[in-house]
Nanobody
Framework: QVQLVESGGGLVQPGGSLRLSCAAS????????MAWYRQAPGKERELVAR????????NYADSVKGRFTISRDNAKNTVYLQMNSLKPEDTAVYYC???????????WGQGTQVTVSS
């Protein structure tokens, strides 16, 4: 049974940092590209960052480029999102999943709430 468990969210002031983690189980993690997504209130879920299965290539949404870093540890079946210079517009529930060209492979986890506010 596939599980994606996100953690590490919280309340942070503008300019602050957070590190999100996503622990995966139930599939061969190292075979899959992984991605972080976010959904702000009243908005559609959007792709934030993506990393290839071996971690050699990453790409980012323009809105987070230069501020966020995606990484993974295949030995720990975990993908991370380091978020720096956070802005109020980064406020959202953050999710991880394995991306497809037009969707995702697995059921969504519960996500982790990130709130950027003074």
């Amino acid at each position: 049974q596939v599980q994606l468990v996100e953690s590490g969210g919280g309340l942070v002031q503008p300019g602050g940092s957070l590190r999100l983690s996503c622990a995966a189980s139930g599939f061969i993690f190292s075979n899959y590209a992984m991605a972080w997504y976010r959904q702000a209130p009243g908005k559609e879920r959007e792709l934030v960052a993506r990393i290839t299965s071996a971690g050699g290539r990453t790409n980012y949404a323009d809105s987070v480029k230069g501020r966020f870093t995606i990484s993974r540890d295949n030995a720990k079946n975990t993908v991370y999102l380091q978020m720096n210079s956070l802005k109020p517009e980064d406020t959202a529930v953050y999710y991880c999943n394995a991306p497809l060209r037009n969707g995702v492979i697995f059921h969504w986890g519960q996500g982790t709430q990130v709130t950027v506010s003074s």
